[in-house]
C-alpha cells in the first residue's frame, strides 16, 4: 500500500493537486495540518483515494480532529499536526503519546521542515511542507517485509 503524506499547505491548493494527479499509484492520502479545507477542496477529484486529515493551528471552522489513528496493512499510524505536542521543542512528547497508543508510526506537521526518524520501533515522520516552489511531502511503502519511507521535493 502506498501513502502519500502531505502537510502545511496553507491554501496552496494547486500543488496538493498537482501533487494527487502525479501520484496516482497512491491509494492514501494523509495530510497532516494547516491545510483541511485545501483537502476537502480537492478530494472529491479523487474518488478511489482514502483521504486522511487532520486540523493544525491554523485550521479554523473546521470539524476535522486535532489527531486520528488509523491502521493500516496491519501498522497502527497515528496523526496529528504536532503543535498540541510543541514539536518545534522537541520530539518527546509526542514519541510518548505514539507509543502510549502503540503506534508504529506517527505523522506530524507544523514545524515546516521534513523529519524522518526510527527510534526504537516507532517510525517518525514530517512531511514538511508542500506549500509553495521548495515544497516537500513523502511516500510511505507498507508491505509485508515492513515501512518504507521515501521524503521528497515536489522540484527534484
Known sequence: MRILVVSDTHGDVHS???????????????HCGDGASD?????HLFPSKMFISVRGNCDFCTDVPYAESITLEGKKI???HGHL???KSDLYALS???REQGADMVLFGH????????DDG???LNPGSLKGWGGTYALVDINDKGILI???SKNS
Open 39 to 43: 483537502v476537502q477542496e480537492v478530494a
Open 16 to 30: 496538493l493537486l498537482e501533487l494527487l494527479r502525479t501520484n496516482s499509484t497512491a491509494q492514501v492520502v494523509i
Open 96 to 98: 510518548l503519546s505514539a
Open 122 to 124: 516507532l517510525y517518525m
Open 111 to 118: 514545524t515546516h521542515v521534513q523529519t524522518e526518524i526510527y
Open 150 to 152: 521515501n521524503c521528497l
Open 78 to 80: 497515528f496523526v496529528t
Open 85 to 87: 505536542y510543541n514539536v
